[in-house]
């Protein structure tokens, strides 16, 4: 992604805040969906956020930001040592 002001990508930060702001609206600001038009206007990027499920396609084509950085909860089993 790139900031248009700067044209250069956004930092590793930029894009963590980006991803905490875009839940926020979605939690917050799309009732039921909202189409928009963003990007460079001869290059646009279009962005449809919508509350439809199931989802177009597969729900499995969808990947939650970041969420391969979460760590994942152990589970201590009386068997394993743990």
Do not use: W
Not at 4 to 24: A, C, K
Not at 46 to 54: A, C
Not at 56 to 76: L, N, W
Request: aromatic share 10%.
């Amino acid at each position: 992604m790139r900031d248009e002001q700067r044209d250069e990508p956004l930092s590793g930060e930029e894009l963590r805040l980006f991803t905490q702001y875009l839940h926020r609206f979605a939690n917050h600001d799309v009732d039921i969906s909202l189409s928009m038009e963003v990007g460079h206007p001869d290059h646009p990027v279009y962005v449809v956020f919508g509350r439809d499920y199931p989802p177009v396609g597969d729900a499995s084509d969808y990947r939650r930001p970041f969420a391969e950085r979460r760590q994942a909860t152990s589970k201590s089993d009386i068997n394993d040592g743990g």
